[in-house]
């Protein structure tokens, strides 16, 4: 009967459940990793990121344990994970590969989240520059996370805003056609050569934003 063919498909499905919940776990204080309801509402939430992406809600706890093992306020998480998900669908790259993109850039500009809604923010304005640019210039939201990975510390260090920095990236690739990580080691040897005072006025006198990313 039909019946019994659904009760594997149930029995799997519970199994990959019960698999992704230990997952995830596994970054928590046991007093969270240990609470059913506690995880079963924070697996609820992966599934609804992972549906409202039409991502994989495997893929989607893994990148909540990436993140888990940085901050532990699991609303940040669920912040940084939806928004991971949302760039990752809408420019076809890896979870992983976006987490690492955000993370290195986040870590870069010495950005701190502080709650849920700053993550969201934060987070968000990095993904959305992402995907606006992929959609407008010669250049990938791969390539511009990876040439963030590359740049972003030596560009925060020059006072160079998040923004410009990638707008940099983006007329880069335009004009070489070079991959993201080496445009990103371009310009941070670039960057680390002129961190001089004459440089910086240099610098100001372009009018370049030194606005720092995470600030009002």
Do not use: C
């Not at 809408?90 to 976006?98: C, F, P």
């Amino acid at each position: 009967s039909d019946d019994e063919h659904n009760i594997p498909n149930f029995v799997d499905m519970m199994s990959t459940y019960q698999q992704n919940r230990v997952n995830f776990g596994q970054v928590l204080p046991n007093n969270l990793a240990d609470n059913m309801d506690y995880m079963n509402n924070v697996m609820s939430q992966f599934t609804k990121t992972a549906s409202d992406y039409g991502a994989s809600v495997q893929d989607v706890v893994e990148a909540g344990r990436l993140w888990g093992r940085q901050y532990k306020d699991v609303a940040i998480v669920q912040e940084l994970v939806r928004n991971t998900t949302k760039l990752s669908i809408t420019d076809n790259m890896s979870l992983t590969e976006v987490n690492k993109g955000l993370e290195a850039t986040l870590q870069q500009y010495a950005v701190t989240l502080k709650d849920a809604n700053e993550a969201s923010r934060v987070s968000g304005h990095i993904v959305d520059t992402w995907a606006k640019l992929a959609d407008n210039a010669v250049v990938t939201a791969s390539d511009l996370a990876k040439a963030n990975e590359q740049s972003a510390g030596a560009a925060n260090q020059m006072g160079i805003s998040f923004d410009y920095l990638n707008a940099m990236i983006a007329t880069m690739s335009g004009a070489t056609g070079k991959a993201g990580a080496e445009i990103g080691r371009s310009i941070r040897s670039m960057l680390v050569s002129m961190n001089t005072p004459k440089a910086q006025q240099f610098f100001d006198s372009l009018g370049i934003a030194t606005r720092e990313l995470g600030t009002d």
